[in-house]
């Protein structure tokens, strides 16, 4: 099927663990999204990469380290994990970087419980 | 970002039509509308956009005020499948690298 796909779908782990959240579309996109989705149920922005190239970056901390082998994938590595880091994270796509002109492909989502 | 404004919840009945309403003054011209949304336990779901006409699709209508400041999401009749949280979105158009900005959206019941 057509789709952006994350894995895992569950991730439990210790504070102070390093860990790794992996996307890929397979839609011939350009560009690839992570967005944080916390308890409160806010969508925020925290990467964008357009052909492997990084165009944003939502003043998110760095211990968060997204890596883009090729257009198809977007992973996210996240160091020493902190409570606050618990949320929902989503990986996205769209055609162009330029907006408005077309819709976000957005994955399942990865639950990430730090404890 | 332009900012918009979107009650915090409506409800409707299965099979009626639901009109969801979105106010966005500080429009400017390049900003298309866009609208989002979230199923439970799900990843948001692109629905429609538009610049200044009015524009349809499988899923939804959506009409755009004349003057650009408000704009209505219109589901032709509600299914139970339709509840959800859903955002109306300024993305700017042009050049420029655009991105989503997810406000709180509004939260749709629909009742059988």
């Known amino acids: 099927d057509t789709a952006v796909s994350q894995t895992p779908k569950y991730l439990v782990t210790q504070m102070g663990n390093d860990k790794s959240i992996k996307c890929e579309q397979n839609l011939g996109h350009d560009t690839m999204y992570w967005y944080k989705q916390d308890s409160k149920k806010f969508l925020k922005i925290m990467f964008s990469y357009n052909n492997k190239e990084l165009i944003i970056n939502e003043t998110v901390p760095n211990r968060f380290s997204p890596k883009s082998p090729d257009k198809a994938h977007l992973n996210l590595h996240i160091n020493s994990l902190e409570l606050g880091d618990s949320a929902v994270y989503f990986c996205?796509?769209?055609?162009?970087?330029?907006?408005?002109?077309?819709?976000?492909?957005f994955g399942s989502g990865t639950r990430l419980t730090v404890v | 970002d332009a900012k918009t404004t979107q009650p915090n919840s409506m409800e409707s009945n299965e099979e009626e039509p639901v009109h969801l309403p979105c106010n966005h003054s500080?429009?400017?011209?390049?900003?298309?509308i866009h609208w989002y949304r979230q199923l439970p336990s799900q990843g948001p779901e692109y629905v429609i956009h538009g610049l200044t006409s009015n524009v349809n699709n499988r899923m939804a209508s959506l009409a755009i005020a004349e003057d650009r400041k408000s704009s209505t999401l219109i589901l032709h009749r509600a299914t139970l499948r339709d509840a959800a949280v859903y955002y109306c979105i300024l993305f700017l158009g042009g050049t420029s690298y655009g991105k989503l900005t997810f406000g709180q959206g509004t939260i749709l019941t629909v009742h059988p």
């Open positions: 500080t429009i400017s011209g390049t900003d298309y």
């Open positions: 996205a796509s769209s055609p162009v970087v330029t907006g408005g002109l077309n819709g976000y492909t």
